[in-house]
C-alpha cells in the first residue's frame, strides 16, 4: 500500500477547472496521446469509442499517436497533470504501477511530493457520463476555439516530444564533401598519415581507433593506425617503419605519455608540422584531450587542415563533471532500456572537455542491507548496470560519481527491529543515527563494499545537511535535534563525522577514489556559522576535496531591495565571498576546492537547454580562475545539455595561448561566421543586461511562474493554493514574489521582459548573415534562436501573470464603476496577450522538443497544455465579463 504519509487528505478539495465542462473530458484531453487509449477507456469505466467521442468532440486528434516514452520518461508529467482530477486508485491504474512503485517516486524521485505540495486532495473516481446537451454546446465552443487559434494542431508535428533522444543516438550518416582551400602552410590530415599510440595502455588504443572512425565518417578520410612499445614513443616514426607501417616512412601523428607530478591530470601538449604531429600527455585522457582538440580545429576550420603550430595546455580545472540532461532520476541502473548515458551523450560531453558525470545512488539498492534485505532486492542487476556505465564512459575519458546522501532516513516502523538505531525523528521517518556505532558500521562496511564490487567507480560526492533526512542534525532547524543521543554534539561535528567514515571507507579500498565534500546546506538555519565551517573543513580526512556553491551567500541588490543568493543562480554573477572564505580555508587545510556552478540554466528558467547569457558566463568563469578551485561540478540535475554554454565555458579547462579575441567573440566567430557571430555577441550582452534584472531569491526561483511559463492557467478568483517547489505555481503571488514588494517584482519581470526581447530582434538580424551553404551553422543559429523565443515566453509570462493577479485583486477592492470597468479592460488586454503567448510557445514546442523538459521535472508541460491555457483564458474572460460591481 502506499506509504501512510501520502494518503489522500480529506479536508483538501482539489483545485476546480471550470475551463472544461466535465471532469471526464479534463481526463481525456490532458492524457490524450500520453498514454494508450484502451487505458484511458478502462478507468473511466467505457468504451473506447466514447473516449474517441470525447476527444473528436474537443478538436483533439483522433485517432491519437501514442508515444511510449511518456510512461517511460514523462510518468512525472503525467502525475502532475492528473493530481487534481484523478484519485490514487485510478492514477495507478493510468500509469500501470503498484503503490509500492507510486510511493517510492513520490519519495525519492528529487522531491515529488514536495514538488506537488505535500499533499494529495481528495479526489472522486472519474467514469464516463454521457453529456448533457448544455455541456455538449461547451464542448462546441472548446471545439471552435481549438480551430481557430490551433488549426494545424491535428496535422503531424515536425518534432514530437522526445524527439531529443536522437540526438544522442549514434549514426552513420556518410560524411559530407568538403571544399576549402588551404593557406599557406596548413596541413591536410589526409591518408598518408598513420596514428601511432602507446602499446599496452587501457584505452588509448580506444581513442587513437575512435578518432580515426570519426576521421573518416566526418571527412572521408582514413587514417592509419598503429600501436608502438610504451618506450618507443617518443621515436614514433623509425619504430613505426621498423614495425612494417611502411618502406618510406609515412606522415606520423604520435601519441605518447610523459607523467609530470607539477602538472594536473590530463595537461598535454600539441605540435603540428608538415609531416609529424606530436600529442604528449600526462596521461591516457590527456591524449584524448588533444585528439579532441585537434576535431575541434579542423571543425572550426570546416576542413581536415590544421595550422603549424606548438600548443600547450596545461589542465586549470581537473575535474569538470555534469549531470545526465535526460537521466530518470528516481532508479536509472535497474532498466537498461533507460540509460542515462548512451554512447553519443559521453561522445559530445567528452569533446566538451567534461570528465565526470553522475548520478543518483541508495546504497541500500546498491550493496546488502542485512537489517532490511526487502530494499536491496534487485542490488546485484544495479551493480552490473554501474559497473558497465562505468566501463563505457572510461573509454571516453569521462568518469562515473555517485550522489551519496546516506544513511538514508527509514520508517518509523523500521526502528521496531532496531530501536537503538533510531535518531532523529520527524513525522513519520527518523534518521539512523550515525552516532550509533552499528550505524557508522553499516555505513562504512556498505561503502567499502560498493568500491569492491565497483573498483572503477570514480568517485562520491555527499550531502550532509538538509536534501533529505540522514543523520541527526541534517534537517534539524536551528541545530536543534530530538535524538538524545546527538543532543550534547553539534552538527559539524556529526557531519564531518559522516564524511570521514564515507571517505576512509571509500579509500580502503580505492585509493584514488574522489570524495567531494559538498558544504550545501552547511547555513545558519541548520545551525551553523564560519566558525563552525571552518571547524568541520579542520575535522575532514586527508585527500577529501571541499565543495561549495559557488554563489552560495552572494549578496544582491535588485531593484532597490536587498536579499542574498541561497543555492545558485545565473543572474547573480559568483563567487561569494562566503564560498571564496570556504575554498581558501580547504586550500589551507591541504585539501582541494571544487565549485558547484550552473552554466547552462537555473530554476530562475528551466525549461529551456541553456540560457544564451554569454557576458555572464564569462564573467563567472574569469571570477573562478581567480578563485583557487581546481574542480567544477557543472550542474544539478538541470543544466547537463551539451550547449554552446558549455562549448564556451570549455575554453577556461586549460591553461593555454589565447589569440587577440577571446572569450565570447571567438565562440560565436567560430560557430556563426565572423560577420554573424559578430550580431550574435551584441544579441547575447543584451541578453546578459536583461537577465541580470532578474529578481532573484531562492523563493522566486522556487514558486514563481518561470519554469511553467504560458502553461500556468489564470484564475479570476483566488484558488487559496501555496505554490509549491518547482511544481505548480497556481496564483500564489506572495510565495512568487518572496521579499520583493508587489509592484518592483511586477516591474523587475517587465525589465528581464522587454531586455531579453530586444536581444532577439537583435539576434533575428544575424540571420541573413549566415552562410546558408554551411549545415552546421544554421543549426547552431536556429538552435539558438528557438532557445532564446521560448525563454521570452516564460519572462514575459512571468510579468504578464503578476499583473494579471494584482489587478484582479483590485476588482473586490474597488467601489468605483469607472475603474471597475478600466481594471477589467487592462484584465481583458493581459488575456489577449497571454493566449498569444501560449501560441507563440505552441509553435516553438512543435518544432523543438527541448523546450518544457527538465530531467528531474521531465516535461513541465505538454502542448495540449498551451492549448488549454488558451481555452482557459477564454473562459477567464468569459467569468470577468459577468462580474459586477460589488454591492455596498
Same mark, same amino acid.
Given at each position: 500500500?502506499?506509504?501512510?504519509?501520502?494518503?489522500?487528505?480529506?479536508?483538501?478539495?482539489?483545485?476546480?477547472?471550470?475551463?472544461?465542462?466535465?471532469?471526464?473530458?479534463? +481526463? +481525456?484531453?490532458?492524457?490524450?496521446?500520453?498514454?494508450?487509449?484502451?487505458? *484511458?477507456?478502462?478507468?473511466?469505466?467505457?468504451?473506447?469509442?466514447?473516449?474517441?467521442?470525447?476527444?473528436?468532440?474537443?478538436?483533439?486528434?483522433?485517432?491519437?499517436?501514442?508515444?511510449?516514452?511518456?510512461?517511460?520518461?514523462?510518468?512525472?508529467?503525467?502525475?502532475?497533470?492528473?493530481?487534481?482530477?484523478?484519485?490514487?486508485?485510478?492514477?495507478?491504474?493510468?500509469?500501470?504501477?503498484?503503490?509500492?512503485?507510486?510511493?517510492?517516486?513520490?519519495?525519492?524521485?528529487?522531491?515529488?511530493?514536495?514538488?506537488?505540495?505535500?499533499?494529495?486532495?481528495?479526489?472522486?473516481?472519474?467514469?464516463?457520463?454521457?453529456?448533457?446537451?448544455?455541456?455538449?454546446?461547451?464542448?462546441?465552443?472548446?471545439?471552435?476555439?481549438?480551430?481557430?487559434?490551433?488549426?494545424?494542431?491535428?496535422?503531424?508535428?515536425?518534432?514530437?516530444?522526445?524527439?531529443?533522444?536522437?540526438?544522442?543516438?549514434?549514426?552513420?550518416?556518410?560524411?559530407?564533401?568538403?571544399?576549402?582551400?588551404?593557406?599557406?602552410?596548413?596541413?591536410?590530415?589526409?591518408?598518408?598519415?598513420?596514428?601511432?599510440?602507446?602499446?599496452?595502455?587501457?584505452?588509448?588504443?580506444?581513442?587513437?581507433?575512435?578518432?580515426?572512425?570519426?576521421?573518416?565518417?566526418?571527412?572521408?578520410?582514413?587514417?592509419?593506425?598503429?600501436?608502438?612499445?610504451?618506450?618507443?614513443?617518443?621515436?614514433?616514426?623509425?619504430?613505426?617503419?621498423?614495425?612494417?607501417?611502411?618502406?618510406?616512412?609515412?606522415?606520423?601523428?604520435?601519441?605518447?605519455?610523459?607523467?609530470?607530478?607539477?602538472?594536473?591530470?590530463?595537461?598535454?601538449?600539441?605540435? +603540428?608540422?608538415? @609531416?609529424?604531429?606530436?600529442?604528449?600527455?600526462?596521461?591516457?585522457?590527456?591524449?584524448?584531450?588533444?585528439?579532441?582538440?585537434?576535431?575541434?580545429?579542423?571543425?572550426?576550420?570546416?576542413?581536415?587542415?590544421?595550422?603549424?603550430?606548438?600548443?600547450?595546455?596545461?589542465?586549470?580545472?581537473?575535474?569538470? $563533471?555534469?549531470?545526465?540532461?535526460?537521466?530518470?532520476?528516481?532508479?536509472?541502473?535497474?532498466?537498461?532500456?533507460?540509460?542515462?548515458?548512451?554512447?553519443?551523450?559521453?561522445?559530445?560531453?567528452?569533446?566538451?572537455?567534461?570528465?565526470?558525470?553522475?548520478?543518483?545512488?541508495?546504497?541500500?539498492?546498491?550493496?546488502?542491507?542485512?537489517?532490511?534485505?526487502?530494499?536491496?532486492?534487485?542490488?546485484?542487476?544495479?551493480? @552490473?548496470?554501474?559497473?558497465?556505465?562505468?566501463?563505457?564512459?572510461?573509454?571516453?575519458?569521462?568518469?562515473?560519481?555517485? $550522489?551519496?546522501?546516506?544513511?538514508?532516513? !527509514?520508517?518509523?516502523?523500521?526502528?521496531?527491529?532496531?530501536?537503538?538505531?533510531?535518531?532523529?525523528?520527524?513525522?513519520?521517518?527518523?534518521? *539512523?543515527?550515525?552516532?550509533?556505532?552499528?550505524?557508522?558500521?553499516?555505513?562504512?562496511?556498505?561503502?567499502?563494499?560498493?568500491?569492491?564490487?565497483?573498483?572503477?567507480?570514480?568517485?562520491?560526492?555527499?550531502?550532509?545537511?538538509?536534501?533529505?533526512?540522514?543523520?541527526?542534525?541534517?534537517?534539524?532547524?536551528?541545530?536543534?535535534?530530538?535524538?538524545?543521543?546527538?543532543?550534547?554534539?553539534?552538527?559539524?561535528?556529526?557531519?564531518?563525522?559522516?564524511?570521514?567514515?564515507?571517505?576512509?571507507?571509500?579509500?580502503?579500498?580505492?585509493?584514488?577514489?574522489?570524495?567531494?565534500?559538498?558544504?550545501?546546506?552547511?547555513?545558519?538555519?541548520?545551525?551553523?556559522?564560519?566558525?563552525?565551517?571552518?571547524?568541520?573543513?579542520?575535522?575532514?580526512?586527508?585527500?577529501?576535496?571541499?565543495?561549495?556553491?559557488?554563489?552560495?551567500?552572494?549578496?544582491?541588490?535588485?531593484?532597490?531591495?536587498?536579499?542574498?543568493?541561497?543555492?545558485? /543562480?545565473?543572474?547573480? +554573477?559568483?563567487?561569494?565571498?562566503?564560498?571564496?572564505?570556504?575554498?581558501?580555508?580547504?586550500?589551507?587545510?591541504?585539501?582541494?576546492?571544487?565549485?558547484?556552478?550552473?552554466?547552462?540554466?537555473?530554476?530562475?528558467?528551466?525549461?529551456?537547454?541553456?540560457?544564451?547569457?554569454?557576458?555572464?558566463?564569462?564573467?563567472? *568563469?574569469?571570477?573562478?580562475?581567480?578563485?583557487?578551485?581546481?574542480?567544477? !561540478?557543472?550542474?544539478?540535475?538541470?543544466?547537463?545539455?551539451?550547449?554552446?554554454?558549455? @562549448?564556451?565555458?570549455?575554453?577556461?579547462?586549460?591553461?593555454?595561448?589565447?589569440? /587577440?579575441?577571446?572569450?565570447?567573440?571567438?565562440?560565436?566567430?567560430?560557430?556563426?561566421?565572423?560577420?554573424?557571430?559578430?550580431?550574435?555577441?551584441?544579441?547575447?550582452?543584451?541578453?546578459?543586461?536583461?537577465?541580470?534584472?532578474?529578481?532573484?531569491?531562492?523563493?522566486?526561483?522556487?514558486?514563481?511562474?518561470?519554469?511553467?511559463?504560458?502553461?500556468?492557467?489564470?484564475?479570476?478568483?483566488?484558488?487559496?493554493?501555496?505554490?509549491? !517547489?518547482?511544481?505548480?505555481?497556481?496564483?500564489?503571488?506572495?510565495?512568487?514574489?518572496?521579499?520583493?514588494?508587489?509592484?518592483?517584482?511586477?516591474?523587475?519581470?517587465?525589465?528581464?521582459?522587454?531586455?531579453?526581447?530586444?536581444?532577439?530582434?537583435?539576434?533575428?538580424?544575424?540571420?541573413?548573415?549566415?552562410?546558408?551553404?554551411?549545415?552546421?551553422?544554421?543549426?547552431?543559429?536556429?538552435?539558438?534562436?528557438?532557445?532564446?523565443?521560448?525563454?521570452?515566453?516564460?519572462?514575459?509570462?512571468?510579468?504578464?501573470?503578476?499583473?494579471?493577479?494584482?489587478?484582479?485583486?483590485?476588482?473586490?477592492?474597488?467601489?468605483?464603476?469607472?475603474?471597475?470597468?478600466?481594471?477589467?479592460?487592462?484584465?481583458?488586454?493581459?488575456?489577449?496577450?497571454?493566449?498569444?503567448?501560449?501560441?507563440?510557445?505552441?509553435?516553438?514546442?512543435?518544432?523543438?522538443?527541448?523546450?518544457?523538459?527538465?530531467? /528531474?521535472?521531465?516535461?513541465?508541460?505538454?502542448?495540449?497544455?498551451?492549448? @488549454?491555457?488558451?481555452?482557459?483564458?477564454?473562459?477567464?474572460?468569459?467569468?470577468?465579463?459577468?462580474?459586477?460591481?460589488?454591492?455596498?
Amino acid at each position: 500500500m502506499l506509504y501512510p504519509g501520502y494518503a489522500e487528505n480529506k479536508d483538501v478539495e482539489p483545485l476546480s477547472l471550470p475551463h472544461f465542462p466535465t471532469v471526464q473530458q479534463t +481526463v +481525456v484531453w490532458r492524457n490524450w496521446e500520453l498514454v494508450p487509449l484502451d487505458r *484511458l477507456a478502462k478507468i473511466l469505466r467505457t468504451t473506447e469509442e466514447n473516449v474517441l467521442t470525447l476527444a473528436r468532440d474537443m478538436g483533439l486528434r483522433v485517432p491519437p499517436r501514442i508515444d511510449e516514452q511518456w510512461l517511460i520518461r514523462g510518468y512525472i508529467t503525467i502525475i502532475r497533470t492528473n493530481w487534481h482530477i484523478l484519485p490514487y486508485n485510478q492514477l495507478l491504474e493510468l500509469l500501470g504501477w503498484s503503490p509500492d512503485m507510486l510511493a517510492y517516486a513520490l519519495k525519492e524521485d528529487d522531491f515529488l511530493w514536495v514538488k506537488l505540495g505535500n499533499v494529495k486532495p481528495a479526489v472522486e473516481p472519474v467514469v464516463y457520463i454521457p453529456l448533457t446537451r448544455e455541456e455538449e454546446l461547451r464542448t462546441r465552443e472548446i471545439r471552435e476555439t481549438i480551430d481557430a487559434h490551433f488549426p494545424i494542431s491535428r496535422d503531424e508535428s515536425p518534432v514530437k516530444p522526445f524527439d531529443f533522444l536522437n540526438n544522442f543516438t549514434c549514426n552513420n550518416e556518410s560524411a559530407e564533401p568538403w571544399a576549402v582551400s588551404a593557406n599557406p602552410d596548413e596541413v591536410l590530415l589526409s591518408h598518408e598519415w598513420t596514428i601511432v599510440y602507446p602499446e599496452g595502455r587501457e584505452r588509448v588504443e580506444t581513442f587513437a581507433r575512435r578518432f580515426v572512425a570519426e576521421h573518416e565518417a566526418v571527412w572521408g578520410i582514413r587514417l592509419s593506425a598503429s600501436p608502438i612499445l610504451d618506450s618507443d614513443a617518443q621515436d614514433g616514426e623509425n619504430t613505426a617503419v621498423q614495425r612494417g607501417i611502411g618502406e618510406v616512412p609515412q606522415r606520423i601523428l604520435s601519441l605518447s605519455i610523459k607523467p609530470d607530478s607539477a602538472l594536473l591530470s590530463e595537461s598535454h601538449r600539441i605540435r +603540428v608540422s608538415a @609531416e609529424r604531429i606530436d600529442i604528449q600527455a600526462v596521461d591516457e585522457v590527456g591524449l584524448l584531450r588533444g585528439l579532441n582538440w585537434l576535431q575541434k580545429k579542423m571543425e572550426e576550420r570546416n576542413a581536415p587542415y590544421l595550422e603549424p603550430k606548438s600548443t600547450v595546455r596545461n589542465t586549470r580545472f581537473d575535474l569538470r $563533471y555534469v549531470y545526465s540532461y535526460f537521466a530518470v532520476y528516481g532508479d536509472p541502473l535497474l532498466d537498461a532500456d533507460i540509460d542515462p548515458y548512451p554512447e553519443e551523450m559521453l561522445s559530445q560531453l567528452s569533446k566538451l572537455g567534461i570528465n565526470g558525470v553522475w548520478l543518483q545512488a541508495l546504497l541500500y539498492k546498491l550493496v546488502p542491507f542485512e537489517r532490511a534485505p526487502e530494499l536491496s532486492v534487485d542490488w546485484e542487476k544495479r551493480i @552490473e548496470g554501474l559497473k558497465r556505465l562505468v566501463d563505457r564512459a572510461a573509454d571516453y575519458g569521462i568518469g562515473i560519481y555517485l $550522489y551519496y546522501n546516506e544513511p538514508r532516513a !527509514m520508517p518509523l516502523s523500521f526502528f521496531e527491529k532496531v530501536p537503538d538505531w533510531k535518531g532523529h525523528a520527524a513525522l513519520e521517518d527518523a534518521s *539512523l543515527c550515525t552516532t550509533h556505532p552499528e550505524v557508522q558500521d553499516y555505513l562504512r562496511t556498505g561503502t567499502a563494499r560498493l568500491f569492491t564490487e565497483v573498483p572503477k567507480l570514480a568517485g562520491l560526492f555527499t550531502i550532509t545537511m538538509s536534501e533529505n533526512l540522514t543523520n541527526c542534525f541534517s534537517r534539524a532547524g536551528g541545530g536543534n535535534t530530538n535524538c538524545p543521543r546527538c543532543a550534547s554534539r553539534s552538527p559539524h561535528e556529526v557531519a564531518s563525522e559522516v564524511n570521514r567514515i564515507i571517505a576512509e571507507a571509500a579509500h580502503s579500498v580505492a585509493p584514488n577514489a574522489r570524495i567531494l565534500c559538498w558544504t550545501w546546506g552547511w547555513t545558519q538555519w541548520l545551525g551553523w556559522s564560519p566558525e563552525t565551517i571552518d571547524e568541520a573543513i579542520d575535522l575532514l580526512p586527508d585527500r577529501v576535496s571541499v565543495m561549495s556553491n559557488s554563489e552560495e551567500g552572494l549578496i544582491t541588490n535588485i531593484g532597490g531591495v536587498e536579499g542574498h543568493v541561497v543555492d545558485y /543562480s545565473i543572474s547573480q +554573477v559568483g563567487p561569494s565571498e562566503k564560498s571564496l572564505r570556504i575554498w581558501s580555508k580547504a586550500r589551507q587545510r591541504g585539501l582541494s576546492a571544487v565549485a558547484k556552478v550552473q552554466f547552462n540554466i537555473t530554476w530562475e528558467c528551466a525549461s529551456v537547454p541553456y540560457l544564451p547569457t554569454m557576458d555572464l558566463l564569462e564573467r563567472h *568563469l574569469n571570477n573562478l580562475q581567480k578563485s583557487g578551485v581546481s574542480g567544477l !561540478m557543472l550542474s544539478w540535475t538541470l543544466g547537463g545539455y551539451p550547449s554552446l554554454n558549455l @562549448e564556451f565555458a570549455s575554453q577556461y579547462y586549460w591553461d593555454t595561448e589565447q589569440s /587577440s579575441v577571446k572569450g565570447p567573440e571567438l565562440v560565436a566567430g567560430n560557430v556563426f561566421g565572423a560577420e554573424a557571430g559578430a550580431v550574435v555577441r551584441e544579441a547575447w550582452s543584451a541578453f546578459s543586461y536583461a537577465f541580470g534584472q532578474f529578481p532573484f531569491h531562492i523563493g522566486v526561483a522556487y514558486t514563481a511562474p518561470q519554469n511553467i511559463g504560458p502553461a500556468n492557467l489564470l484564475y479570476d478568483k483566488p484558488t487559496g493554493r501555496a505554490a509549491t !517547489m518547482v511544481g505548480i505555481p497556481y496564483d500564489d503571488l506572495k510565495s512568487w514574489r518572496s521579499i520583493y514588494p508587489e509592484e518592483i517584482f511586477e516591474v523587475q519581470f517587465q525589465k528581464v521582459a522587454d531586455g531579453w526581447k530586444r536581444g532577439i530582434s537583435i539576434l533575428q538580424e544575424a540571420e541573413p548573415l549566415i552562410d546558408c551553404s554551411d549545415s552546421r551553422k544554421k543549426a547552431a543559429f536556429f538552435d539558438l534562436l528557438h532557445v532564446a523565443k521560448a525563454a521570452y515566453c516564460h519572462f514575459k509570462t512571468s510579468h504578464l501573470q503578476t499583473k494579471f493577479i494584482r489587478l484582479r485583486d483590485k476588482l473586490d477592492t474597488t467601489a468605483d464603476e469607472p475603474q471597475f470597468q478600466a481594471i477589467k479592460a487592462q484584465l481583458y488586454v493581459i488575456i489577449e496577450e497571454e493566449i498569444e503567448l501560449a501560441k507563440e510557445l505552441y509553435d516553438i514546442v512543435r518544432n523543438d522538443s527541448r523546450i518544457g523538459f527538465e530531467a /528531474s521535472n521531465h516535461y513541465f508541460y505538454t502542448a495540449q497544455d498551451l492549448m @488549454e491555457k488558451v481555452i482557459n483564458c477564454m473562459h477567464v474572460r468569459q467569468r470577468l465579463e459577468e462580474r459586477k460591481l460589488p454591492l455596498g
